[in-house]
């Protein structure tokens, strides 16, 4: 069998069909990452995705077991009550004006991953009865201009914060925690803890003593929920909810590719089969980068978010037998069609250490044409009559058909639609397929050791300098 592309002409050998693509809805091509497609040097052979199918089928197994015994939390937030959040973020729409998101990390890229995809993409600055809920922004730093630059553009007295930190000490979010706390009792006096949401472990740190004894309304991170694996805890439903998003159709999507992703043939396992081909191009054909390169403004920060998954849960020093490996791959994120214009040139010429990951839209919310004129110019009457949709799909073939010509490893991740099922659904496989990935080179991908020594450095710093 041979593909033909209409756009090219260019042929490109297709694998057998049981390895090409994984459907229904989201359709995952993975033909480009083959030898069959770009030739066995930098391409994988099906033998060698048949070498892991004994090792992934036993991934799957322990994954089903610890899960089973509740070692394994995020895998069932898809199926949890969701009233107490949807509650309180009626109550804070009701309440207030704005909603301030102050948490770092994986306590705020979920969030904003969800509101970037399933929101107007410039919400915040419509007008309010178009809006109608309030405008809510993450802040995720704490670089001291932009937070003054957001205090510019709020009213304190008309704005709810969520402060989120499942430690309930992280030192950045709880600085920022800090100074709002200050300022509202200053401009407000009595009932200033109506302000604050606080979301954090059920049971211990800081925080939590601090919202119990000031009466703040709370929210919950499961214990044994880590920040970058909490999009479907409060961390990411409460904001995406004041915003008006259906949090509901989030979770049944992730509950539709759960199912997916138990499958125990790889061939119909989405994740594991994302998860093999990464790690054997990883340690076997050196691509030590994982660029993805959604063709879509609104999945951009889903990108964002998927890089820290991958980086924090497979950058490991060590394996499970402390065998010193160093391993891991460098996500990247690059966003079509603007980063044709930047970092394609590199990938098609530059060093052949990476692999890229299209996410493509089939159907964008709006089409607008693109109107016929100059006819007498045939370098721009040839976009007439076209739309910009198909004009970014295009232009996300043609670059997936370069990097193949140049044997550059590539797949691809078609969603019919943005919508928040289908964006539940694309979450919650990259969760189980970083989980696998994990497996596969036998290291723990929940922990971060790297980070927390980061944290006891910046804190004996703090302590240290007085």
Sequence with gaps: MRLISAVSGVQIPA????YFMIKDPLIIDYKNMLADSIGPKHGILLKEIGSLKKKASGILRKTSSERAKG???FLDL???DIKKIIGISEEISDSFDDLVVLGIGGSALGAIALLNALAHPYRNILPKGLRRRPRVFVYDNIDPDQFKGLLDVIDITRTAFNVVTKSGETAETLASFLIIRERLKKAIGAGWQEHIIATTGPQKGALRKIASDEGYMTLDIPSGVG????????VGLFPASVAGIDIEAILAGAQSMDKRCSQKKIEENPASMGAILHYIANTKKGKN??????????LERVADWFCQLWAESLGKRVDLKGKVINT?????KALGATDQHSQLQLYIEGPNDKTITFLRVERFTEEIEIPRDFEDLEKISYLGGHSLGELINAEQKATEIALTKAKRPN???TIPEINPNTVGQLLFMLQVQTVIAGGLHNINPFDQPGVEEGKRLTYEFLITKG
């Design 328 to 332: 891991g791959q460098t996500p990247v």
């Design 289 to 298: 980068i994982s660029v993805m390169m959604p063709y879509s403004h609104a």
């Design 71 to 73: 070692k394994l939390p």
């Design 227 to 234: 920040g970058r694996f909490s999009v479907f805890t409060p």
């Design 78 to 80: 898809p199926y949890q």
């Design 15 to 18: 694998p057998p069909p049981v």
């Design 411 to 413: 797949m691809r991740i």
